[in-house]
C-alpha cells in the first residue's frame, strides 16, 4: 500500500527536493505552501504523515501541529532553519514527533520518515484484537497496544506515538528506573545524543495529559535517575 506523504514548506525549492526524494522512495507525496493550506490539504485527503516547516506564513509549522493534535494523531516531522535547543523543545511542545535541522542529508530525512511510519502503522493496523502482554491495566489506566488506545475510566486519552511509547515502555516495567538514554534508544530506536530535551519534553506533555484525567502525577521523577511508574 502506498503511503501519502504531506510536504509543507513555503520554500519551494525546499518542497520539490524533499518531494522528489520521498517519490523516488515510493511513496504519494501532497505539497503546501503554507500553513492554511496544509490544514485544508488534511481535510481532503487522507494523509499518513506530515513533513512541516517551522516558519510559513498565513500559519506557522508550531500553530499548525497544534491544531493537528487536537483531533490526531498523524506522525509529524518538522523542519526548521533554526538549530538552537529552545527552538527543538518548543516544536516538540506542539505535538510534534520528530525534529530535523536545514540543511538536511535526504538518507536521514527517507530514514526517519521510514521509523515514524513504521511505527504508527504498527499501532493502528486493522487488527486492534488485544493480544497476550499488550493490554496493561493499572488502577484506573487501561492500555491496549495493539489497538493503541489509552482509558482511563472508560474516556479516551489522546496521545501522541511518542508519548505512548513511553507511557507503554514505562508501564510494562513498574517499578523500574529508565534513564532518559534508555528511553531514548528503546522509544526512538537511535543511538542516544548528548541532547536530551527530547525525552523530558515529551515526558512533561504526557504527565500534563494524565494528571487531568488521573488527577495525580503517574510518571515519577527518579532524580539524577531518571523516570519510572509504580504499580
Given at each position: ?28 507525496v ?14 481532503e ?34 523542519l ?12 516538540l ?19 526517519r ?22 493490554l ?73 495529559k ?19 511508574i509504580?504499580?
Amino acid at each position: 500500500m502506498m503511503r501519502t506523504i504531506l510536504v509543507v514548506d513555503d520554500d519551494k525549492e525546499i518542497a520539490n527536493l524533499v518531494s522528489l526524494y520521498l517519490v523516488n522512495e515510493g511513496y504519494q507525496v501532497l505539497k503546501g505552501q503554507n500553513g492554511l493550506e496544509a490544514l485544508q490539504l488534511l481535510a481532503e485527503h487522507e494523509v499518513d504523515l506530515i513533513i512541516l516547516d517551522v516558519m510559513m506564513p498565513e500559519l506557522d509549522g508550531m500553530e499548525v501541529c497544534r491544531r493537528v493534535r487536537e483531533t490526531r494523531t498523524i506522525p509529524v516531522l518538522m523542519l526548521s532553519a533554526k538549530a538552537e535547543d529552545m527552538d527543538k523543545v518548543l516544536g516538540l511542545m506542539t505535538g510534534a514527533d520528530d525534529y530535523m535541522v536545514k540543511p538536511f542529508n535526504p538518507m536521514e530525512l527517507s530514514a526517519r520518515v521510514k521509523s515514524l511510519l513504521r511505527r504508527s502503522f504498527q499501532y493502528n493496523s486493522a487488527d486492534t484484537k488485544p493480544q497476550t502482554g499488550e493490554l496493561l491495566k493499572l488502577h484506573s489506566l487501561e492500555i491496549n497496544k495493539s489497538a493503541h488506545t489509552v482509558m482511563v475510566n472508560q474516556q479516551p486519552v489522546s496521545l501522541t506515538n511518542r508519548e505512548f511509547d513511553i507511557l507503554y515502555l514505562l508501564a510494562s516495567h513498574p517499578g523500574r528506573v529508565f534513564s532518559a538514554e534508555d528511553i531514548f534508544q528503546l522509544v526512538w530506536k537511535e543511538q542516544y545524543y548528548a541532547v536530551g530535551n527530547s525525552v523530558m519534553v515529551h515526558i512533561c506533555n504526557l504527565r500534563d495529559k494524565l494528571e487531568r484525567v488521573l488527577g495525580y502525577k503517574l510518571i515519577q521523577t527518579v532524580w539524577g535517575v531518571g523516570y519510572k511508574i509504580e504499580e
